[in-house]
């Protein structure tokens, strides 16, 4: 069975600190596909990112920047230079390529709320 | 620009109630989810919906039921309201397919007394 798991349930930064949001799966797929979502204060989740399990390059955007490396099975999310509007909880999911029903669930972690104290 | 609303973003209602929580999209997308968020346990999967009138139960699907009769609209039915159902309900859809991204609406925070 696929699952997610980010360790850090909380984490705090002064604005302008770099911070890493960690995020580790377990699969028994070859083919997957890595998403990261923000959920800000006002509740609705944003897609920021994905990634296929055959593509280990590290992506950069701006402040934002991932790291796949799937010899530890982790897609990590660094925010450089963190912000003020960067405050929210981040998820991090997983979507097999292959699924018994029609449809593909995502298996989403528990979540990392980040607080950025100006 | 793509858009998952709900019905309501804040609702109450008294244990035993019947509650409907809608949902509509207008992506044209094949794959609808209903979700709840707690506090601690993140998001838990209740139903989805391929298709038109195909559901497959999520993984605690007990205390709800859905409803999808037309492609846009996805509808969570809670036939008895308890207080352990209090929580916030998001809904999302997306297209066909385990690469593409799930679009979530705004959320609906119901409070059951």
């Known amino acids: 069975a696929q699952k997610v798991t980010q360790a850090q349930t909380e984490i705090s930064v002064v604005e302008k600190e770099d911070v890493t949001l960690d995020c580790v799966y377990e699969t028994r797929d070859t083919t997957y596909y890595l998403f990261w979502y923000k959920q800000p204060p006002s509740g609705e989740l944003v897609f920021l990112i994905r990634?296929?399990?055959?593509?280990?390059q590290n992506e950069i955007s701006g402040r934002y920047s991932w790291n796949f490396q799937k010899s530890t099975s982790s897609f990590n999310f660094t925010i450089t230079a963190s912000q003020v509007v960067d405050s929210a909880v981040y998820f991090c999911a997983l979507s097999e390529a292959y699924s018994g029903a029609g449809s593909y669930q995502l298996t989403f972690g528990k979540g990392t709320k980040l607080s950025v104290i100006p | 620009d793509v858009k998952v609303t709900q019905s309501s973003r804040y609702l109450v209602k008294r244990t035993g109630e019947k509650v409907f929580l809608e949902c509509v999209q207008d992506m044209d997308h094949e794959n609808m989810f209903w979700y709840r968020q707690d506090p601690g346990l993140g998001l838990r999967l209740i139903y989805f919906s391929y298709d038109v009138k195909m559901k497959e139960k999520g993984d605690i699907p007990e205390g709800y039921s859905v409803s999808r009769e037309k492609k846009e609209r996805f509808s969570l039915i809670l036939e008895s309201a308890s207080t352990n159902q209090t929580s916030m309900y998001l809904c999302?859809?997306?297209?066909?397919?385990?690469?593409?991204?799930?679009?979530f609406g705004p959320g609906t925070r119901l409070t059951v007394l």
């Open positions: 999302a859809s997306s297209l066909s397919g385990p690469y593409n991204e799930q679009f």
């Open positions: 990634r296929n399990s055959f593509d280990e």
